[in-house]
């Protein structure tokens, strides 16, 4: 019992008791008659007063139970929100996994760009002079003619036989032909173009060209137009043919090649894009003994290939001289260039300066 309800009780108590004094006693007392009906009014007062007490409490409870629930609802809000950060937090680590990738991938197309800058062909390039110390592509000096075949006493010879690999079927002695300082070797549906160089036989040196093509667009072109080979020597009935390639494939872009000729031949490094119409200066810088052959694109080393990474393949290292050999031709194999060769189109590769910087071999 609340002190409000027991006031009540113990006023009327009392009010009895004067309520049952006889009016004479009360009578004889005015002040006392005054506060005997003052307090029956406060009585009378009291009850309307516990309604309203007994209707707040009422009210009071039913705020007590809204109160409650949303006190549950605002705790599964709390859930809901925790999982939500949760998942923010999953997005977020997602986000860095993937930012990382992209990273990744920016810096290995880097080493691309920074290889070779992407083609921008110019319909009308500046000459490209020879670099210091190379000469112009006429000093391969090549002799025979188309009835006479070779001259093998001269530096240089141009291929002129069939070959099963072509898919015009040979190469023609007439499709290289001087053009003042440069080299033009022509490929069509009638043949391919060679030059091998028999005076420039090593174990060791630098060897170079700048060379153009008007179009590397077209699928079933091989442009080769500096490649090292020992497979011309007599003593090569063993099999073994190395071979350091430069070799532009087709719609693909240029592709470094080693070969041992008793094992599948190896891609080393590959440069893609169109490199129609550039000026492009490459060479091959090696030496067998010191186990180790760099090769250079526009003055800049792409790949730095040694003997012990040859050896890690299972092949084996370069031990037999080799001469220098540029062509341009046809293959059978579409995959490999990007399509198929259409032998109605026409390509011309033009070498402009050369190098062949070589301690000769002297067996």
Not at 190 to 204: A, K, P, T, V
Not at 325 to 347: E, H, L, M
Request: charged residues 20%; glycine residues 8%.
């Amino acid at each position: 019992m609340n002190a409000l309800m027991r006031i009540p009780a113990a006023v009327c108590m009392a009010a009895m008791f004067l309520f049952a004094t006889p009016a004479a006693a009360q009578s004889e007392d005015p002040l006392i008659g005054e506060l005997v009906q003052s307090l029956a009014d406060a009585i009378a007062a009291i009850e309307p007063d516990q309604a309203e007490i007994n209707a707040l409490t009422e009210k009071a409870a039913v705020f007590d139970a809204e109160a409650a629930d949303l006190e549950a609802q605002a705790a599964a809000k709390r859930e809901e929100a925790k999982a939500v950060r949760s998942q923010i937090a999953d997005i977020i680590n997602s986000s860095e996994d993937r930012r990382a990738e992209a990273v990744r991938l920016w810096e290995q197309l880097g080493t691309y760009l920074m290889v070779t800058p992407a083609p921008q062909p110019d319909p009308t390039p500046d000459p490209t002079p020879a670099p210091e110390g190379w000469l112009p592509a006429t000093a391969l000096e090549f002799a025979g003619n188309a009835t006479s075949g070779p001259d093998w006493s001269k530096l240089c010879q141009v291929s002129n036989w069939a070959e099963n690999k072509l898919a015009n079927g040979k190469w023609v002695y007439g499709y290289v032909k001087a053009d003042g300082d440069s080299l033009v070797f022509t490929l069509d549906g009638n043949g391919s173009s060679q030059i091998q160089c028999l005076g420039l036989d090593s174990l060791s040196g630098r060897f170079g060209v700048v060379v153009n093509f008007d179009n590397l667009t077209r699928g079933g072109i091989v442009g080769a137009p500096l490649w090292l080979y020992s497979g011309w020597n007599e003593g090569n009935a063993d099999g073994i043919r190395y071979e350091l390639d430069f070799e532009f494939t087709g719609t693909l872009g240029l592709e470094l090649n080693y070969h041992d000729g008793i094992h599948p031949g190896r891609l080393i490094h590959e440069i893609p894009g169109d490199f129609s119409g550039r000026d492009l200066k490459l060479e091959i810088e090696y030496d067998a003994a010191a186990g180790y052959a760099d090769f250079y694109v526009d003055g800049a080393l792409v790949y730095h290939l040694t003997k012990a990474e040859v050896e890690s393949w299972g092949m084996r290292w370069i031990d037999k001289p080799m001469r220098s050999y540029y062509d341009v031709w046809a293959t059978n194999n579409p995959g490999w260039t990007g399509g198929a060769y259409d032998p109605s189109q026409t390509t011309t590769m033009t070498i402009k300066s050369v190098l062949a910087d070589i301690v000769a071999y002297d067996p």
